[in-house]
Nanobody, 120 residues
């Protein structure tokens, strides 16, 4: 069983920054592609950013140039640095892994989600 534990969400003003973290544990030897998806009420989860076990990354169009995804040296952690946040970035952010693809679809394991709210 794979567990993903996220942290770092919260309330931030427009133009501010937040850093999300996700730590994976469990039976998968190599977590492969890890990433972040987000969801707002009534909408499907959308890809925010993904990264391979190397350094190849992929970003959703709405976050390119503002968000940066990275992985820890142990390869079982993933981070999302979010800069220049906008109100439309408000969502629940989910960590993902488990045989997903860089451009989607997502893997089969999800974290519990962390709320990000961008508001003045």
């Amino acid at each position: 069983q794979v567990q993903l534990v996220e942290s770092g969400g919260g309330l931030v003003q427009p133009g501010g920054s937040l850093r999300l973290s996700c730590a994976a544990s469990g039976s998968i030897f190599n977590f492969g592609v890890m990433g972040w998806y987000r969801q707002t009420p009534g909408n499907q989860r959308e890809l925010v950013a993904t990264i391979t076990s190397g350094t190849t990354t992929n970003y959703g169009d709405s976050v390119k140039g503002r968000f940066t995804i990275s992985r820890g040296n142990a390869k079982n952690t993933v981070y999302l640095q979010m800069n220049s946040l906008k109100p439309e970035d408000t969502a629940v952010y989910y960590c993902n892994t488990g045989q997903g693809r860089l451009s989607g679809p997502p893997g089969k394991y999800w974290g519990q989600g962390t709320q990000v709210t961008v508001s003045s």
